[in-house]
């Protein structure tokens, strides 16, 4: 009942003039930016965060959550009628989506989309309602050893999911937390790392490293690639869904959910893994004309993995929220965002700042139907949007990127930092290194430096203190799990016997 009465709070601030203007904007960007390939919610965010200085923070965070709903949506739109998927968690949707837009059903496809994105997303953030006090409940109990145990979960599951291998994965990490040393140390007081640039006393803002890693490494990575044909969109009319349509899809849009919300709450679970288990879940269950239809357009492949897509965004704000650790890229950002603010999300932001965060969990709902009602009319605007000329699209994404750094303290040195590190991100594209576990690294990585020097405070210097706790050896074996497991597979892989080549027809015809 506390819960409920909170949300209802809620809802009473984010149903006020302004933060109903501000989730709008944040639902339309949102969409805009799911829309066009290589642009995608934590790109947007990040180009947002110097903007929003004088924005107030429960304004902000309406906005911004906006934005990573409305990412969600919106890349199922270029994963239909472009085969390009806007975002890396519409791929799946892409295999289905795609071919029933050439068999002349994309407005059925981008119907099931919406509508089940709609519903996963509301089912979703009501789980977030009931969940997010008992994690905070939970979290109240951890201790300095606790903590440095989830950030080392944090970093070996996000550096393992998130990459094609484990060793491109913890370079990126190794490169965050190079970046996070960068100033006075909290304790000593010694410089770390600064070159002598007095600048660089107060560390690299989180922001310019947001901007630079992910804004403008993606605007100097998508123009080397830059294709200048306009892509071939396929046509739409108004979305809508028949009666067989909607019988096929409402089981998938629940399935997908129920696959979806606890993915996106794990650390390095985010919206693929759920995506890619929903489409095969309903390839498995599928029967009849279905079945036939798989592989050449089935409304299952895309009302599922879709739910399990928009889901998991509201799964990722548990962890995000509760415990102040983010579980995929734009929920770096978002706490990047926290920061900003001076605010450290955990159990005392949900004490010190309630109306923050319950206007927040209240706007998810609202930003839920808002994108509903965009989506179902506007998908042929949105499909002219694809049309826009990506050298005007990048140019302007470099020029607004380092506007915005610039405007956060007037200094060249900030500008430099922002072109060394755009360079960086677009080396670490180029050579196949992601970019989340360095934005992770670099935002936990000084968090983890403190919790781990209190811990061996406490224990007098003994380094047994961090597995003192049975919580501590839990996250901590969770972590060798997950750093192991991939090495694992490949060990398994390579012992198991090749299966005999089948015999052709006429070898058969022989015997």
Known sequence: MQSFQLLMDGFAAALTPVNLMYALIGVTLGT?????????PAMTVALLLPITFTVPPTSAFIMFAGIYYGGMYGGSTTSILLNTPGESSSMITALEGNKMARRGRAAQALATAAIGSFVAGTIATALLVVAAPA???????????????????????????????????????GIGLVIGLIGIDQQTGQARLTLGVPQLLDGVDVVIVAVGLFALGEALYVASRLRHSTPEVVPVGRAWMGKADWRRSWLPWLRGTALGFPFGALPGGGAEIPTFLSYAAEQRLARGVAREEYGKGAIEGVAGPEAANNASAAGTLVPLLTLGLPTSATAAIMLAAFQQYGLQPGPQLFDHNPALVWGMIASLFIGNTMLLVLNLPLAPLWARVLRVPRPYLYAGIVLFAALGVYALNGTVVDLIVLFVLGMLGFAMRRFGLPVAPAVI??????????????????????ATVLVSSPMAVILLLLAAGALLTPVFRKLLARRTPEAPAPASREETNQH
């Open 441 to 462: 690294g670099l935002i936990l990585g000084p968090m983890a430096e403190i919790q781990l020097r209190r811990a061996l405070a406490i224990g007098a210097g003994d």
């Open 32 to 40: 805009l930016v799911g829309v066009l390939p290589g642009i995608g």
């Open 135 to 173: 994690v905070v409940s939970f979290a109240i109990s951890f201790s300095p050893a606790d903590y440095f145990a989830l950030a080392i979960l944090a970093f070996t599951a996000v550096s393992s999911v998130l990459s094609r291998s484990i060793v491109r994965g913890l370079a990126s990490l």
